[in-house]
T-cell receptor, first 113, second 113 residues
């Protein structure tokens, strides 16, 4: 049973650039949530996708956008990167019946220089 | 006031002892509560979920919930060096906040051989 997968593992970008991160949910899951985790902090909710729609959004600027595909996989896009966007980006998947039991992928470590 | 609060630690216990991790939350209508374990450089792993007042046991782990006091705890019996990690408490928001999880900053646990 494949778990949540994310790509790439690591990414280095320059300030002002754009980045796309990808996530495939655990088999049987249809909901994807994205979180940002800064060093020494707990994950912060960015947004959640269900049925290809953004269902809920956290306190992140419009530079952060996402998409969910018919196969439930998802992308996170960040435009106009800032140094403060350097963090571990986590994708979590869950099922409609248990939306709060979220299982995380290995994460993408983004460094903005 | 932070929405979910944990002592950052580090909490140090000898091998074989009971480790007690605590978490308080501010939103009285929260319904679902989770403990995640995060090893250094890795993503969070769901280890316990609890939804009603009282205790829930799973192997060496016991989660305790007291909604009146807005308090969640995790006990780890017979602690092992492999339990050394950061433990994250997560709480869902009100029922109309979808699947958003709110995390504490985590408590670092160190189990000494």
């Amino acid at each position: 049973d494949a778990g949540v997968t994310q790509s790439p593992t690591h990414l280095i970008k320059t300030r002002g650039q754009q980045v796309t991160l990808r996530c495939s949910p655990k088999s049987g899951h249809d909901t994807v949530s994205w979180y940002q985790q800064a060093l020494g902090q707990g994950p912060q909710f960015i947004f959640q996708y269900y049925e290809e729609e953004e269902r809920q959004r956290g306190n992140f600027p419009d530079r952060f956008s996402g998409h969910q595909f018919p196969n439930y996989s998802s992308e996170l896009n960040v435009n106009a990167l800032l140094l403060g966007d350097s963090a571990l980006y986590l994708c979590a998947s869950s099922s409609t019946g248990a939306p709060y039991e979220q299982y995380f992928g290995p994460g993408t470590r983004l460094t903005v220089t | 006031q932070k929405e979910v609060e944990q002592n950052s630690g580090p909490l140090s216990v000898p091998e074989g002892a009971i480790a007690s991790l605590n978490c308080t939350y501010s939103d009285r209508v929260s319904q679902s509560f989770f403990w995640y374990r995060q090893y250094s450089g890795k993503s969070p792993e769901l280890i316990m979920s609890i939804y009603s007042n009282g205790d829930k046991e799973d192997g060496r782990f016991t989660a305790q919930l007291n909604k009146a006091s807005q308090y969640v705890s995790l006990l780890i019996r017979d602690s092992q060096p492999s339990d050394s990690a950061t433990y994250l408490c997560a709480v869902n928001g009100a029922y109309n906040q979808g699947g958003k999880l709110i995390f504490g900053q985590g408590t670092e646990l160190s189990v000494k051989p």
